[in-house]
């Protein structure tokens, strides 16, 4: 395996990982899944059970208590080295338990998230969990997909990632086909590589993977990651500092008493030393550390009901002094799943369940959204692979019956602008019955600026400043709604040609489509509110210029 692949044209990645544009086999890929392991990133060596329950006495607290049972024992009072070797054999089981439960509740949150990834194998395309994916894979990208391993493309229709976890640029990252000459290019130079834990912005690409695993530029990461020491929390750090100084007050006030009773009350030495040991039990508070544990273990408890899974006890203290939590909207509060709630055909606004192939116009649109798409569905198996807003237009033709594979099969793609968020426009060829048609969808403000037509009952008529008001006003009162709104024309080019963005001009005009992405059920009614307050709000504040992002997250 080369050690530089940016430095080789495509084809070259492609032999030297002996692979090819139809992808691996199934049996190839297994054996290198053996040969090279999961693609995932080793983590540091997990303690076992028994060695997390000896951790529970390396507390300097319990050191001075297991010293003081020790003594009490040598000393024939072993009634109070039973109940000090009880409180703290409690207090580590305790934790122990704590410490395994959480451990098992991330490990299973773990296997539920674990992240999918979509390749070709012997040229078909699938969707496999991202552990599989092995060098010579045939990777899938598009706009809202984490990259799954380092990888060197050899399709690219306008592909931007976004890789501040690697580099710590917030901008997103242009990507090119063309060999890079350079022999010490660093990451952030390497144009036409992706690399796993980026995040596609927009645009699309194929890429050959060529590295998986600790092999990745994010395993060089993670293997620096795991050198490094755990800290301790506040509270540890606290409790340290508290114990330090009462053992040697215990010490120091033991030792003296230990010395005027041996030098001054003539009691025997093995008397006096049972007297200070005695003097060093009840000034030591046995029961704080099974107290601090029993406090946090409670406070683990009543986050776990909320669905909040802590792995270190002492982490709850730190956690209790958060007063802002962030977190990201889609699919957090949102299902990340949009549904088409109305279209907009013909000065009419139309229900999702009255859409009609029967219509001309409500056909035409939603021709146009499984044409002009790259998402995919199988209503057998549920699966849905594709950006949440392709997804939804392509459930519009499954709602009517229509099989977005045949359909496109027998209209296929002849060329493609792929989306970018400065045009706010995706446009796709194809040849139908009326003629090679150059089918686009987008921001509303942006077709609108550049139709010159619009598709009416009777056919196209010249899309006048009255109409285009109309419109205008129909977008906003779906903006309102916290609808996300997409519009939707085509244009007669034909023949069949290489596109330029200058050919994204002279549109008919054909409609609107509102979707929205619905709140999770679990979310409470007050983030439901605001979720949609929150929507309507901004509707209102953008409803000079209706704003609209197409196929990114947000």
Known sequence: MSQQPYRLSADEVLGEQQSGIEGLSPEEAQARLRAYGANELDESKKKSTLAVFFDQFKDLLVIILIAAAGISLLSGHIESAVVIFVVIALNAVLGTVQTVKAEQSLASLKAMSAPLARVVRAGERVEIPAADVVPGDILELEAGDLVAADGRMFENYSLKVNESALTGESEG?????????????????RTNMVFSGSLVIYGRARVVVTATGMATE?????????ETKQRKTPL???????????????????????????????????????????LAVAAIPEALGSIVTIVLAIGTQKMAKQHAIIKELKAVESLGSVSVIC?????????????VQKIYVGDALVDFDDISMDDELQRQLVEIGLLASDATTDEETGSQIGDPTEVALV??????????????ASHPRLRELAFDSDRKLMSTLH?????????????????LARSTFVLTADGPAVLTEERKAEIAEANSRLSEQGLR???????????????????ESDFTFVGLAAMMDPPRPEAG???????????????RRRRARPAFRCRTRW
């Not at 009614?525 to 509707?539: W, Y």
């Open 431 to 447: 040849e139908l019955p009326r003629g090679i048609m150059l089918l686009t969808k987008g921001a509303p403000d942006v077709l």
């Open 395 to 408: 459930h519009i033709g499954d709602s009517l019956g229509i099989d977005e594979g045949s359909y496109r």
């Open 327 to 339: 977190s990201d909207k889609t699919g957090t509060l949102t299902q990340n799943r949009m549904s």
């Open 218 to 226: 994010l395993g060089r990461i993670a293997s620096l990651m795991n």
């Open 525 to 539: 009614d007050r983030t439901r509110d605001r979720h949609h307050g929150a929507r309507r709000r901004g509707a």
């Open 236 to 278: 540890q750090v606290s409790l340290d500092a508290f114990s330090a100084k009462l053992a040697i007050g215990v010490i120091a006030i033991s030792v003296l008493v230990f010395a005027l009773s041996v030098l001054r009350s003539g009691m025997g030495i093995l008397d006096s030393l049972m007297f200070a040991v005695a």
């Open 485 to 503: 709104v997409l519009a939707f024309a085509m244009r007669e080019i034909g023949e069949v040609r290489d596109l330029a963005l200058a050919d």
């Open 173 to 189: 990252v242009e990507k090119t086909v063309a060999p890079i000459e350079r022999d010490d290019a660093v990451v952030g130079d």
